[in-house]
């Protein structure tokens, strides 16, 4: 069985040598590695060409293309039975590459070649103080919470037989943002679903600021809106905000104090999850450390809320504008995401 490994890039020099380094030194070594890179202004092919002699690289410019389009290109310049895909500034696990293609070894060639298959594999935070700490905590979940039969692996940790690519119609390149969550989609309706490696594990860096979580919160938003998603999600916390917790405080202030009381059980509720992991993985931090994470929850919480709350609409308003391209009603074709959403 031929592997090949496929990756994207934009400006990512001082990142993309982890991933390449980690690549270097799997157990499995992946047969070739397709980058594709949309146009880096910082040396970043240099960087990666830097690796040639360790790995054996193919290195494509598509400059100004996006990620769905890079993935496609890189599908397509791809010679392996099984493309494994993963993102730059990632550390791979030394036996990620071995686990992911492991529900396809015992498939007979002729079977893989012409069967719709796919996997998913896992990620985990990979935090650099207190802030990046919390953040995974707050959006990222542990292995243990995942349904494997209701999982949407990211990209940045997932393997599918060309034929699987092939019949889903790639990576849709006219999303900018959620485009892995859409080609999870039409996986499943080709595949029946995916396998899972939960041990096949990726390891990357949330988010370092405030403003920067926030900037990538209001895009998955926005491209939830472009691409239809998750509607009652969004319902939901609309009414939350706007009536839901309007009401409680006024309650409280017009009738009685105990209301205030079911609105922060209701906040402690929210965060608890989060508080949970957290415990979880904060070994090897200080007191004051653990205090700090434990404070950014609810802030995050909230900043994360009020980005999807104003990138959504965003979102709607492109769509709107855009109804008449037929690759936009995706959903009439795959599925409505009631089993998903």
């Known amino acids: 069985m ?4 496929i990756c994207t890039v934009l400006n990512e020099a001082e990142a993309v040598g982890r991933l390449l380094d980690s690549l270097a030194a799997q157990s499995r070594p992946p047969d070739e590695v397709i980058i594709v890179d949309g146009g880096s202004s910082d040396g970043t092919p240099a960087v990666v060409m830097s690796h040639a002699g360790r790995l054996p690289l193919k290195l494509q410019e598509a400059r100004g ?3 769905s389009r890079g993935r496609n290109l890189a599908v397509k310049r791809a010679t392996g039975d099984v493309i494994a895909s993963t993102d730059a500034g990632v550390r791979l696990e030394p036996d990620w590459l071995e686990r992911l293609v492991a529900p396809f070894v015992e498939l007979a060639p002729e079977a893989l070649r012409a069967g719709c298959y796919a996997a998913a594999g896992f990620f985990q935070p ?5 802030f990046e700490l919390a953040l995974g905590a707050t959006t990222l979940p542990l292995v243990d919470e995942i349904r494997p039969e209701r999982f949407l692996p990211s990209s940045r940790s997932m393997a599918f037989s060309r034929a699987a690519w092939q019949c889903s119609d790639g ?4 999303l900018d943002y959620c485009e892995d969550l859409l080609f999870d989609f039409r996986l499943i309706e080709c595949c029946g679903g995916f396998a899972w490696a939960p041990d096949a594990r990726v390891h990357f860096r949330p988010r370092p600021t405030l403003r920067s979580f926030f900037k990538q919160y209001y895009r998955y938003a926005r491209g939830d809106g472009k691409a239809d998603l998750w509607r ?3 319902a939901l916390r609309y009414l939350t ?5 309007p009401a409680l405080l006024a309650l409280s202030i017009l009738h009685h104090p105990l209301w205030l009381l079911a609105l922060l059980a209701g906040a402690l509720a929210y965060c608890w999850r989060p508080v949970q992991r957290l415990a979880a993985q904060w070994q090897g931090c200080g007191w004051p450390q653990r205090l700090w994470a434990l404070l950014l929850i609810p802030l995050l919480r909230l900043t994360g809320d009020v980005a999807k709350m104003l990138g959504y609409p965003a979102g709607l308003r492109w ?6 391209r037929a690759e936009i009603h995706w ?5 409505d995401g009631r089993r998903y959403g």
């Open 65 to 67: 293309a996006n990620i």
């Open 232 to 234: 009652k999600r969004h």
């Open 2 to 5: 031929r592997v090949s490994v």
């Open 331 to 335: 959903r009439r074709a795959f599925t």
């Open 241 to 245: 905000y706007l009536l839901a917790l």
């Open 171 to 174: 990576y849709p390149e006219w």
């Open 126 to 130: 990979d935090p650099h103080g207190p």
């Open 319 to 324: 769509r709107r504008k855009n109804r008449a």
